[in-house]
């Protein structure tokens, strides 16, 4: 117990272990060019699960994890077009 003392009054506190876990963040990118932040959190349950590109609807990835990851959108695909049709 850890006792914390304000205003004159004692108030006590039990100690409690908290795991932090840090998840770095990577980029991923679509074959269409579209990047992603992608960082992963733990959830309650296993997730079955799949993220699909928002620009052209191509899996960037399956899970079947208590692990599930997060995507951010964070580029556009670029285009060289040059030609009209």
């Known amino acids: 117990m850890v006792s914390l003392i ?23 990118a679509c074959k269409c060019g579209a990047v992603y932040d992608r960082s992963e959190h733990i959830v309650e349950e296993r997730e079955i699960d799949s993220f699909e590109c928002a620009v052209c609807g191509e899996t960037i990835e399956n899970w079947n ?4 990851p997060r995507f951010r ?11 009209r049709e």
């Open 73 to 83: 959108f964070i580029a556009r695909p670029t285009s060289n077009r040059n030609t």
């Open 65 to 68: 994890s208590a692990w599930v």
């Open 6 to 28: 304000g205003q004159g009054n004692c108030l006590e506190v039990s100690s409690i272990r908290a795991h932090i876990l840090t998840m770095k963040s990577v980029h991923r």
